[in-house]
């Protein structure tokens, strides 16, 4: 007995949720279905698209973001690796803290992270964002970037060279194949 | 115009507010002025020394002497003489007059000395903070016995 009233609450629940239902039609959502593809094959061939499309947002933040605008053009041609600079959080995947993270730039890093459509990582670019580099003891430098965002790769180096932050690119498509990147919940 | 005759001017002219007058060269002279009379002096030298602009505005904290030294380093662009003015501040309340109604520029830089070292200006006209965040408008970080440095709180270090 407690089952069926169990099944029925259920089934109250989803005609609160959608008015519209229609009887004998099941309706569900767009998060069920991302959540029961995590659990299939398909899952894999979802990643790989993604692992090959990793536009990354030209935000840069300091001299390292001089190196990410140089990684982004000709010379190095990251877009055979499908790795693309975008102008706008709303069409990047991938976001670059490239600098030293102040106290009063950190509310406008958090606005440009949460404006970026999932799935979406986060690379730690130079040593500045990773642990405060030279401005380590500074009144304004916001430490331990990492209780803030998910990082994924952190790219050490001051500042790292195009070929340090291609070869941090490659390893997130590493982590995302792996299926171990913290930008998506599996 | 060189640099004795602009000391004995403004010797003359402010004999209570200008003291330890220093001819460091023929280029750069120095004084101490009264934090009172910092708008008068300023003004008499712009209309009459041809100072006709003011290249910096600091502050230097002296925490032995339990002072602040407001510090203008004003300059022409007729002559090659850098004039070093200092006023000297308390440090527990520290108020100065600010001198933007006689050199414009000095707007940003005393909106700058006031988020670091707490300096009042009198009538500025929009003294606030201007690069830090507002919260940090009372730490004042750059005075000597600021402690709010993150002291080996990194957990990444290279």
Known sequence: MGEVNQKEKKVDLRKAQSPESIPGVMTTTSNAISDFLKKTPAQDFINWGRKNSLWFMTQPMGCCGVEMIATGCAHYDTDRFGIIPRNSPRQADVMVISGYVTKKYLPALKKLWDQMASPKWILAMGDCSISGGPFYQSYSTVQNIEEIFPIDVYIPGCPPRPEALLEGFIQLQKKIEAKKDKGSEY | ?158
């Open chain 2, 1 to 158: 115009m060189d640099a004795k005759k602009i000391i004995d001017s403004i010797s003359t002219e402010f004999p209570d507010s200008i003291s330890n007058t220093l001819i460091d060269s023929d280029i750069r002279i120095s004084a101490y002025v009264s934090a009172s009379d910092v708008v008068n002096v300023c003004k008499y030298l712009k209309d009459n020394l041809q100072f006709d602009h003011l290249s910096c505005e600091s502050v230097v904290d002296y925490i032995d002497r339990d002072e602040l030294e407001n510090v203008y380093h004003i300059a022409s662009y007729i002559h090659p003489v850098v004039l070093t003015l200092k006023a000297i501040l308390p440090r527990d309340n520290p108020e100065i007059e600010s001198i933007v109604e006689v050199y414009w520029n000095a707007n940003w830089y005393e909106r700058e000395n006031y988020e670091l070292f707490g300096v009042k200006y009198i009538n500025h006209p929009d003294l606030r903070h201007l690069v830090l965040p507002e919260e940090m408008l009372g730490e004042w970080p750059l005075r000597k016995d600021y402690e709010g440095f993150p002291q080996n709180t990194a957990k990444n270090l290279v």
